[in-house]
């Protein structure tokens, strides 16, 4: 997975209880992603962030913030969870913002992270 | 929204043989297309791409087909493996905008 790892990989937890995905690259991509994968939907980012300390909303960030204080690290963190947020949640990371280019739109994907709102 | 879909959910292949997965996709704006491979219990990954100025690219058993006219998109993958079950999911790319198809399991049988 290209040197990239996410904590915890499996995860239960209680509606309204604050939960916290770390994702973990030792690649030193610029740029991180964070994406959701539900039954019948596509891939859908919540945010992505372009360097330490800057990140940007996504299709579906209500919910969610995120925060990167290093190059390696990646948190997502859901406030309050519900059970609309039970999910497969993937980081991802690129040398290039994916989407904005022709060439080297290639993403790494970490090994996901099955998150469970009770 | 856009769409990315793909025209059959589940596909069943015998070893050996080749795999054509397709997907449609709405967006005429969209100039860059990806499949992605995720096997259980993994990430996506990258298997290959290709640009609206293309009609055909081909990797290692592989290769990618774009319609225009039709807006649709095929991977083919030829001699089909055991190790090539999956889940397999176009992207589309276009207006600085990108969407992913929901995905296609692929299930070889030996």
């Known amino acids: 997975d290209a040197g990239i790892t996410q904590s915890p990989r499996h995860k239960v937890t209680e509606t309204g209880t604050p939960v916290t995905l770390r994702c973990h690259q030792t690649?030193?991509?610029?740029?991180m992603y964070w994406y959701r994968q539900d039954p019948g939907h596509g891939l859908r980012l919540i945010h992505y962030s372009y360097g330490v300390k800057d990140t940007d909303k996504g299709e579906v960030s209500d919910g969610y913030s995120v925060s990167r204080s290093k190059t390696e690290d990646f948190l997502l963190t859901l406030e309050s969870a519900t059970s609309s947020q039970t999910s497969v949640y993937f980081c991802?990371?690129?040398?290039?913002?994916?989407?904005?280019?022709?060439?080297?739109?290639?993403?790494?994907f970490g090994p996901g992270t099955r998150l469970t709102v009770l | 929204g856009e769409s990315v879909g793909l025209h059959l959910p589940t596909l069943s292949v015998q070893e050996g043989d080749n795999s054509i997965i397709n997907c449609a996709y709405s967006n005429s704006a969209s100039d860059y297309f990806i499949w992605y491979k995720q096997e259980s219990g993994k990430g996506p990954q990258f298997i290959i791409d290709i640009r609206s100025n293309m009609d055909k690219r081909q990797g290692q058993r592989v290769t990618v087909l774009l319609n225009k006219t039709v807006k649709h998109l095929s991977l083919q993958i030829a001699a089909t493996q055991p190790g090539d079950s999956a889940v397999y999911f176009c992207?589309?790319?276009?207006?600085?905008?990108?969407?992913f198809g929901t995905g296609t399991s692929l299930t070889v049988i030996p």
């Open positions: 690649e030193n991509h610029r740029y």
């Open positions: 992207a589309e790319i276009g207006g600085n905008q990108f969407y």
């Open positions: 991802a990371i690129s040398e290039s913002l994916f989407g904005t280019a022709f060439w080297n739109n290639e993403q790494f």
